[in-house]
């Protein structure tokens, strides 16, 4: 038979691919999970048991929550990466990494055929189609859900009819959870005016208090929580179960897809948005004006082209090697203070603190300089427009 590899999460467009390509073309089928933080244990029993109702030759779950920070959630901390401003790559980050983890696993057990579940309206389709034919140009990719331009309900009638009664009524909201956020996807998220309702979001207030939490750093890792050291991973997941309390980290996030149209999406992610802000003021004291002017735009183009599933590109790893060499004396701690719905940064601690008093405070004194040096410092730096002004005989009168 002809060895296939499916990328399988259990839902209805894996399950339609899983028996589609099971009876009607043929394939020996091995479906494959990959969980970057978002299965528990429970659940990847779950969807191991669906994998087999539907006649797959194996199911592999492939832990990639690790890989996922080491070559993903690392540097979108180092460059305080927002898409827009706004969104921390949450899910788009993801895909990169189980796609490359796929087809590891096709190439192991020499399957000459690839397969995911993506329609033709989305970015997944193109972040995985490029992954797999950068990496595996050899292996043919299969998409029957973007190929037949399948609906819901002619997917569910043939798993009907084939014997698969599950529960496939579509959620409400649809929630994609995993290490760094949470994406949230419902009726009004196709809307550009409608507010995702409180019970849209997974974590709801619990916490109507406020609490005061330090963060550790060491060259741009979260390395320990209130002084009590752990991996950077179990960190981020401890900060989230913090701060999830106060239903920190809600926002929706309005941006360009890859194929061109306009799309918009809520998400929850409180322990990434407090990790890249607490960062980047640590940042602020430790590194110097123009080692942050151009992390802000190289880190700005290192998620534009993850988001545009362009991880491959040498440039990413040029820029990677940028970023490792700028945390060299990020170091240090930073107060948070959590309160219902927001948090707020209140201070840095490091022994590369910049705000060197023996130079002088702004706006108080001088010490490395005198008056003397100060005037005539402006005044040569003032000859550039001077010099402008006078050729082009400009007049303020």
Known sequence: MKKLVLAYSGGLDTSYCAKYLTEEEGFEVHAVSVNTGGFTGEEIAEIEKKAKILGVTSYTSIDAVQTF???VVKYLIYGNVLKNNTYPLSVSAERIVQAIEIIKHAKKIGAKYIAHGSTGAGNDQVRFDMIFQIIAPEIEIITPIRDKKLSRQEEIDYLKNKGINQEWSKAKYSINKGLWGTSVGGDETLTSQLPLPNEAYPSQLTNMGSQKVKLTFKKGELTAI??????????????NNIASSYAIG????????IIGIKGRVGF???????????????????LTKWQQHHKEYLANWYGMLLHEGQYLDEAMRNIEAFLIDSQKNVSGDVWVSLHPYRFVIDGIKSEHDLMSAKFGAYGEMNK??????????IKIMSNSAKIHQAV???SYD
Request: aromatic share 6%; charged share 35%; net charge negative.
């Open 69 to 71: 920070y080491d070559e």
């Open 226 to 239: 209130d002084g009590k050291k752990g991996k950077p991973v179990e960190n981020i997941e401890k900060l």
């Open 250 to 257: 809600r926002d929706i996030h309005v941006g360009d897809t």
């Open 268 to 286: 929850e992610a409180a322990a990434p948005l407090i990790i890249i802000k607490a960062h980047h003021t640590l940042e602020k004291h430790v």
């Open 368 to 377: 490395g300089w005198t008056a003397e040096d100060a005037k005539g410092f």
């Open 392 to 394: 082009n005989k400009k």
